[in-house]
C-alpha cells in the first residue's frame, strides 16, 4: 500500500507542477485535453454561471464579476493543496520517519502536516524527519514551495496588467463607439473626420488590441473571466465592434480606410477564432444580429449624419460573407462567458457611461461653438 501512495504521490505532484507550469510561466497556447486548470474552469464555471441565472440586472453582473479574482485563488488554493497532499504521500510511502514533539504518534495525517508546514516554509519544528530519504523530500518540499510561493507573487501583477491594459481601450471606446458599443455608432461619430484620418488611427490602435489580447489570453486564460467595470461593456463586445465596424468598412466605404479595416478585421477575427478554440466554445449558428429592418435603420442612421455606404447590389451578400466569418465564434464567447454581444444600431438613443453618476443624473456637454452643434457626443 506504502508503495502504491508513492506512486500516487509522484502522479500527482507531477500533474499539479505541470498544470501550475503551463498556466503560470508556459507562454503559448497549451492544447491538452487533460489539464487541471481546464477541468477546474469547467467544473466550477458552469454552476457559478448557472447560479447567475437566477438573479437580475446589475446583481446579476456583479455575482459574475466575482469568479474571474475568486477563480485565481481558488486554483492557487488547488495547486498548494495537491502539492502538499503529494508530498505527504511521498512521506507516508518513505515509512513515516518522523519524530513528534511530546512524544506524539506518527501516520498519514502527520505526514500531510509535516508537508504543510515545510511547503509553507513554516518551519515550527515540532515534526522532524529521521531518516536520509525523509530528509531529502522535505527539503526539495521547500524548494518548491519557496519556487511557488515566489511564482504566485510575480503572476497576480502580470494578469491585473494585462487586465488594465485590455480595460483602458475599452474605456476609451465609450465615448466613440456609446454604452454599450455598436459598429453604427462608432462610424456615425467619426462622421465629421476629414479623410478618416481619425477613424484609420482608431482601427490601428484596435489591431494592437486584438493583438495584445489574443497574446494575453492565450498566456492567461484566467483573463477571460475578468469582467469590465460597467456592466454594459465587455472584451467580448469590444472585439464584436470593431469587427462589424470593419466589416461595414471594407464593403460601404472607399479610400485608405478600407486597407486599414482589412489589417483590423484580420487580426480581430483571428483573435476570437483561436479564444474561442482556449476556451473550448466551438462555433455555433448565431442568432440574427443584423435583420433587413435593422439594417435600414443602418443606413439611415448613417445617412442623417452625411455618411452613406456604397450603392452596390452585392453590398449585403458581401457583408454576410464577412459575418459568417466571425460571427459563430463571438456567439460561441458571449454564450460561454454570459457576456451579451453589441447591436449593430443602436435600439435607443441613452447616455454614454462617462455622462452618468452614481445619482442617475446625465451630464451635458457645454454649448458647442456657433456651427459645431453637431460635434456633441450625446447621438
Known amino acids: 500500500m506504502r508503495w502504491i501512495g508513492g506512486v500516487a504521490g509522484v502522479v500527482v505532484l507531477a500533474v499539479v507542477l505541470w498544470d501550475a507550469f503551463e498556466t503560470i510561466i508556459l507562454p503559448r497556447r497549451v492544447s491538452g485535453r487533460i489539464r487541471l486548470t481546464k477541468l477546474f474552469y469547467r467544473y466550477t464555471w458552469a454552476p457559478w454561471r448557472a447560479t447567475a441565472r437566477l438573479l437580475t440586472g446589475r446583481r446579476r453582473e456583479a455575482f459574475l464579476s466575482f469568479y474571474g479574482p475568486l477563480s485565481l485563488i481558488a486554483l492557487l488554493a488547488l495547486w498548494a493543496a495537491g502539492s502538499v497532499v503529494s508530498f505527504g504521500l511521498l512521506q507516508w510511502a518513505a515509512g513515516s520517519a518522523m519524530t513528534v514533539a511530546g512524544g506524539g504518534g506518527t501516520g498519514f495525517w502527520s505526514d500531510v502536516y509535516m508537508s504543510g508546514t515545510t511547503f509553507f516554509t513554516l518551519g515550527l519544528g515540532d515534526v522532524v524527519p529521521r531518516s ?187 457583408l454576410t460573407d464577412l459575418r459568417r466569418m466571425y460571427e459563430p465564434y463571438v456567439e460561441a464567447l458571449s454564450g460561454h462567458l454570459a457576456l451579451p454581444l453589441p447591436p449593430w444600431v443602436r435600439e435607443r438613443d441613452r447616455p454614454d457611461n462617462w455622462q452618468t453618476s452614481a445619482w442617475d443624473r446625465v451630464v451635458q456637454l457645454p454649448s458647442s461653438p456657433p456651427g459645431r452643434e453637431d460635434e456633441h457626443f450625446s447621438g
Open 132 to 318: 536520509a530519504f525523509a530528509k531529502t523530500i522535505t527539503v526539495v518540499e521547500a524548494g518548491t514551495g519557496f519556487a511557488f510561493l515566489a511564482a504566485v507573487i510575480g503572476y497576480f501583477p502580470v494578469i491585473y496588467q494585462a487586465f488594465s491594459r485590455r480595460e483602458v481601450a475599452i474605456s476609451l471606446l465609450d465615448a466613440r463607439a456609446g454604452s454599450p458599443p455598436s459598429a453604427g455608432e462608432l462610424l456615425w461619430r467619426h462622421r465629421a473626420d476629414p479623410r478618416a484620418a481619425a477613424l484609420v488611427e482608431l482601427l490601428k490602435e484596435w489591431e494592437r488590441w486584438a493583438a495584445d489580447v489574443l497574446e494575453s489570453h492565450l498566456s492567461y486564460p484566467p483573463l477571460g473571466y475578468f469582467r469590465s467595470q460597467h456592466y454594459n461593456e465587455s472584451w467580448v463586445a469590444a472585439l464584436t465592434t470593431i469587427l462589424d465596424a470593419s466589416a461595414l468598412v471594407i464593403v460601404g466605404l472607399e479610400g485608405w480606410c478600407v486597407r486599414q479595416a482589412e489589417l483590423t478585421f484580420a487580426m480581430a477575427r483571428h483573435a476570437v477564432v483561436d479564444l474561442a478554440q482556449v476556451y473550448s466554445t466551438p462555433p455555433r449558428r448565431p442568432e440574427e444580429r443584423l435583420a433587413a429592418a435593422q439594417l435600414a435603420r443602418l443606413r439611415d442612421r448613417l445617412a442623417g449624419g452625411g455618411l452613406v455606404l456604397r450603392a452596390r447590389a452585392d453590398f449585403e451578400e458581401r
